[in-house]
């Protein structure tokens, strides 16, 4: 059954084409569906004001205000010479706060003559702060007029007032106005809820939602519109992951279990450490799963170094142990090298399978990456379809149609947010019968959040970190405020490195783009944001050579970033781990796996341009040894920034499912959800992961229970439909990101 036209009807037919193309370019909406989709964020009472004091800076924001005050000033400037340049400024208030409104130049009548002292209006535009003070510059302005005035009170009916989220190109009430040319679409929606799961927890229906989010004449409506349309999202979301869960648990799959006294027990007999109870608990899961004749799909989630790889590690040898093979799988060539080296030392002799002096319940461990040599990928090939190498390491390079096993038994997939759901797929479509699968995280991932992303997995977590790992201080650099501090955390480095130890300073950027010289002539005018924000990101070639000829004057340093050759990025890796190396100034190439326990401090420059938790992925690589860590994060942001606000989080908690949950109140869930799955989730509109955890883990069960009842859902046309739309647009999305 195809979606109902009304709402497939392209915006451009409906708005025409100048309002269609603004709508398609800065907001991704196409469809008079889209747009009943884009909800308001929030509403203002025509009789109340904005908290103003409260304005996020440098976002887009509409207001509702009154102008306390308004002046027209003149003043010389070079096009004006003669004093004739003109200047409107407007102080507009909600009672306790004021914000600036500045115009310029031929901009200034209408408003001049608009913007009376008592007027009340929507204004809207981008927060900014000149001379420390919030102001917004040349915004865009709707003034509400009395009952009874012209059309602008029929485009406001009702008494509370919808904001959209808005660009600088199309104002909130201006999308507001599209949005009731197309209102009268929605008694067309078509319902994806079953009646009796709606009628059950008292949710309105669909049409009936839409009209109220857009439209609504009291609080309660906006409450009724909310609850109905956060379960349309809940519900549609986990019907599709129950339905994958549900068709993975119809595939067979060959049960493995080690054999006594096998690889596995000559493993842990070598080990000089013994695991810890998470480690032992997560292992037994894992072993049960693999006991079965249905895939394990599992999530293990752990904290930066509290041993992942090596419950991985035991998991791949009791496959080769049961006569199969492991695959383990790495977002990078580095980190695929980094784990080939540190799963070969840890096996020992028994990574000799097939060469003299190898143990008896040996195997062959191999690595495949891109840019191996045309030999060397032949012979791992080779050891791969003859079943000579039970384990092999490797990036995308072993998804590739050459690649064949003699008997994939288990998929280990590291740092799961670098693969989509399709790149699992294919690397599982190359065992005999689909293989068993688990995949590994360092990224915290709340309960919620684990239940909507990767929902179509079991989760293991462990919590513990394994002993000898060292406590890492963090620290807020404010490189502007304070610039000594800056010095002083050179001296630092200085000192570590001086007492035996090494150090990492992360960059943003490499540094050898080619710049776009027009953009990098732009001088920012005052009315701008702040000059951290004009500046191009720090970048690892520059900060590497200024420190070498300063602060750091006398050290090896060395760098390393993305675009080096694989060679060279290995041999600094190499020289980093053996020591030869005091600094190694790098972008994010290290923020996962890598492993030098050595390397005790890490300076992160322009922190603000990482995410939350990019930074605790970041600094978990140090502090790895006995040596406790230390984390500085450099910052030219001034202090009451939101940016500095979350680096003051960062410092303040080593406790990364603390951070997951700060992370997420600071930033939109599809952001965060976005980077989680590379793409293959939509954003959500109006679901928070976090606060809205009942519904959930409610969506889930009622998913669950409808899916294995009518797994086809050939009498829920209506879900069907939704759920047509929402693979559609993971497909789409998953297809753009390559």
């Known amino acids: 059954m195809d979606l109902v036209p009304a709402l497939e009807e392209p915006l451009k037919k409906v708005l025409g084409p100048a309002t269609a193309k603004v709508m398609a370019e800065h907001l991704g909406l196409h469809t008079v569906g889209d747009l009943l989709h884009h909800y308001p964020r929030r509403y203002e009472e025509r009789g109340q004001l904005t908290h103003l004091a409260d304005l996020p800076m440098d976002e887009h924001v509409t207001v509702v205000a009154q102008v306390a005050d308004a002046r027209l000033l003149t003043f010389a400037s070079a096009k004006a010479p003669r004093g004739k340049g003109q200047r409107l400024e407007v102080t507009i208030t909600d009672g306790s706060g004021q914000l600036r409104l500045v115009f310029f130049g031929n901009g200034v009548h209408k408003p001049h003559k608009d913007l009376l002292p008592g007027t009340r209006a929507l204004f809207s ?96 409506d906006i409450e009724d519109a909310r609850a109905r349309l956060k379960w349309d999202e809940a519900f549609v979301l986990q019907v599709a992951l129950a339905r994958r869960r549900h068709a993975d648990s119809q595939l067979p799959a060959v049960a493995r279990k080690p054999k006594q006294d096998g690889l596995l027990t000559a493993f842990d007999a070598k080990l000089p450490f013994t695991l810890t109870e998470g480690q032992q608990k997560v292992s037994r899961e894992i072993f049960d799963d693999l006991a079965t004749e249905h895939p394990m799909h599992r999530l293990l989630q752990g904290e930066v170094g509290s041993g992942k790889t090596m419950v991985a590690l035991r998991a791949m040898l009791a496959v080769v142990d049961a006569g199969g ?78 690649v ?36 590994m995280t360092a990224t915290p991932i709340p309960r919620t959040v684990a239940m909507t992303v990767f929902g179509d997995l079991d989760t293991s977590v462990l919590d513990q970190l394994p002993a000898g790992r060292s406590p890492i201080a963090s620290h807020v650099v404010p490189a502007a405020d304070k610039p000594h501090f800056l010095s002083r955390a050179w001296e630092r480095v200085r000192e570590e490195v001086s007492n035996g130890h090494q150090a990492y300073v992360v960059c943003p950027r490499i540094g050898d783009e080619d710049d776009d010289p027009k953009k990098a002539k732009k001088k920012p005018s005052p009315e701008d944001a702040p000059e951290a924000e004009k500046r ?26 993305g675009r080096m050759p694989p060679d060279d990025k290995d041999a600094v890796m190499r020289r980093f781990a053996a020591g030869e190396t005091h600094v ?64 003051t989080s960062v410092a303040s908690t080593l406790d990364g499912f603390e951070l997951s949950r700060i992370d997420l109140e600071q930033r ?9 799955q590379s793409g293959a989730r939509t954003s959500l509109r109006m679901l928070a992961v976090i606060e809205d955890e009942e ?20 009498h829920l046309p209506g879900l069907r439909t939704a759920l047509q739309a929402l693979l559609d647009e993971e497909r789409e999305q998953y297809l753009d990101k390559g």
């Open 584 to 647: 190694l100034v790098a972008t994010t190439v290290i923020e996962v796996g890598v492993n030098v326990p050595n390397a005790t401090a890490m300076v992160i420059m322009d922190a603000d341009r990482f995410g939350v938790s990019q930074l605790h992925q970041l600094r978990g690589r140090v502090g790895r040894g006995s040596a406790p860590g230390l984390c500085l994060l450099v910052t030219e942001m001034p202090e009451a920034s939101p940016a500095r606000q979350r680096l």
């Open 125 to 220: 535009g981008k927060v900014s702060v000149f001379n420390r003070r919030l102001q917004l510059a040349h915004p865009a302005y709707e003034p509400l007029r009395g009952e009874g005035a012209d059309e602008t009170v029929d485009t406001w009916a009702g008494a509370l007032i919808p904001l959209y989220p808005a660009t600088a190109k199309l104002e909130s009430w201006k999308i507001a106005k599209a949005v009731q040319t197309v209102l009268p679409s929605v008694q067309e929606a078509v319902d994806p809820l079953p009646e009796q799961l709606r009628e059950g927890r008292g949710l309105v229906s669909l049409p009936e939602a839409l009209l109220k989010i857009h439209r609504p004449h009291t609080n309660a």
């Open 325 to 402: 093979q492991a695959a383990m799988l790495a977002p990078t060539e580095v980190l695929a090298q980094q784990h080939h080296r540190s799963i070969t030392e840890m096996m020992g002799e028994l990574a000799e399978g097939g060469m003299l002096g190898g143990a008896e319940d040996s195997t062959k461990v191999v690595l495949l990456t891109g840019s191996m040599g045309a030999a060397g990928r032949r012979q791992a090939l080779l050891d791969l379809v003859t079943g000579e190498a039970g384990l092999v390491i490797g990036t995308h390079a072993l998804i590739e149609d050459k």
């Open 404 to 439: 064949q096993f003699h008997d994939l038994g288990l998929v280990v997939v590291d740092e799961q947010h670098r693969f989509g759901v399709e790149q699992r797929d294919a690397l599982r479509g190359k065992g005999k019968q689909p293989p068993h699968l688990l995949v």
């Open 536 to 561: 191009p990101p720090l970048a690892v070639l520059e900060v590497a050579d200024q420190l070498a000829r300063g602060p750091l004057q006398g050290l090896e340093v060395e760098v390393l970033h």
């Open 695 to 714: 519904i959930i883990a409610e969506a889930r069960q009622e998913a669950t229970a409808v899916v294995a009842a009518d797994p086809d859902l050939a």
């Open 668 to 676: 939109r869930e599809g952001d965060v959800l976005g980077q989680a």
